[in-house]
């Protein structure tokens, strides 16, 4: 693995592949968020990432539709799953949504994220949450920030201190 995320520009697309999905298992190791909302990840590649959610009882708001914090979390973690899938700490610099219909208690949502530019320090991700009909729900637009250090090599450590 330590080949592989030193040499992300030369990797095989295979390789590259195998680093993204490392890195999706290692950050969902850690994602007590994501799996207390009962999120499940169902596709991940470089810069890619499909994530879904069932809205429960519990995430309706006053107009009994899905809470719009919980659409944003789902968006979100699909937006973090893809920006980091090259093992390279990576960070919300900014983030907007857009709400197009409401979601209902018991319809699964998914989250689509995908990359639409990366350079130097910096990327644009678009995610499109959709329901079980493919009805678009909300458009998110990340905008990301690598940092220092690498996903598993962090989680690594962070192993190692506790």
Known sequence: MK???????SATPEESQALAEATSEAMWARDRAAQAMGMR???????????????????VNGHHICHGGMI????????AYACNSYNKNTVALACNI???APAKEGEILQAEAVEQSQSGRTGVYDVSVRNGEGKAIALFRGKSYRIQGEVISGLTQ?????
Not at 72 to 79: E, S
Not at 158 to 162: N, R
Request: hydrophobic content about 50%; charged content about 20%; aromatic content about 10%.
């Open 72 to 79: 944003f979390t789902l968006a979100d973690a699909a937006f």
């Open 98 to 100: 857009d709400f197009l």
């Open 41 to 59: 990840i169902l596709g991940i590649k470089p810069g890619y990432a499909k994530i879904e959610m069932a809205v429960r009882g519990d995430m």
């Open 3 to 9: 080949q592989m995320t030193n040499q992300i520009t």
């Open 158 to 162: 962070a192993d190692e201190s506790h």
